[in-house]
C-alpha cells in the first residue's frame, strides 16, 4: 500500500474501534485525496451526530436502532409537536408515570 492508504486505513481501523478522534492529512487532489477529505467529512458528521444523540430521548435511540433500514423512497411526514422544557424538582419522574395533559393541569 501506499503512505496515503495506510494512514487512511489505519485511520478506518481506529474508527472500527469506536474512536471518532481521528483525521488523515491529505494534500493531493487525487482519487486518494477525494477519499480521504470525504473520509475525514463522513468522521466529523458521526461525531456531530453522536453530539447530538445526548438531546434524544431513549426510547427514540431505541426506535431509530430497531429500524434495520432506511426506506429511500420513504416520503416525509409533517407532525404537530408540543415540547415542554422544564425546571421543575421532581417534573421529570411525575412527567413518566402520567399523561401530558394530566401533568400539564397540575402546572
Given at each position: 500500500?501506499?503512505?496515503?492508504?495506510?494512514?487512511?486505513?489505519?485511520?478506518?481501523?481506529?474508527?472500527?474501534?469506536?474512536?471518532?478522534?481521528?483525521?488523515?492529512?491529505?494534500?493531493?487532489?487525487?482519487?486518494?485525496?477525494?477519499?480521504?477529505?470525504?473520509?475525514?467529512?463522513?468522521?466529523?458528521?458521526?461525531?456531530?451526530?453522536?453530539?447530538?444523540?445526548?438531546?434524544?430521548?431513549?426510547?427514540?435511540?431505541?426506535?431509530?436502532?430497531?429500524?434495520?433500514?432506511?426506506?429511500?423512497?420513504?416520503?416525509?411526514?409533517?407532525?404537530?409537536?408540543?415540547?415542554?422544557?422544564?425546571?421543575?424538582?421532581?417534573?421529570?419522574?411525575?412527567?413518566?408515570?402520567?399523561?401530558?395533559?394530566?401533568?400539564?393541569?397540575?402546572l
Open positions: 500500500f501506499s503512505g496515503p492508504i495506510q494512514r487512511l486505513t489505519k485511520a478506518m481501523l481506529k474508527v472500527r474501534e469506536g474512536d471518532l478522534d481521528v483525521e488523515v492529512q491529505s494534500k493531493s487532489n487525487d482519487e486518494v485525496g477525494i477519499l480521504t477529505k470525504t473520509f475525514n467529512e463522513m468522521i466529523k458528521g458521526l461525531r456531530e451526530r453522536f453530539a447530538l444523540t445526548k438531546y434524544v430521548g431513549d426510547h427514540t435511540l431505541k426506535m431509530i436502532q430497531e429500524k434495520e433500514t432506511v426506506d429511500i423512497d420513504e416520503k416525509a411526514t409533517f407532525q404537530e409537536l408540543a415540547i415542554l422544557f422544564t425546571d421543575i424538582r421532581g417534573s421529570t419522574s411525575k412527567i413518566s408515570t402520567s399523561t401530558p395533559e394530566i401533568f400539564l393541569e397540575k
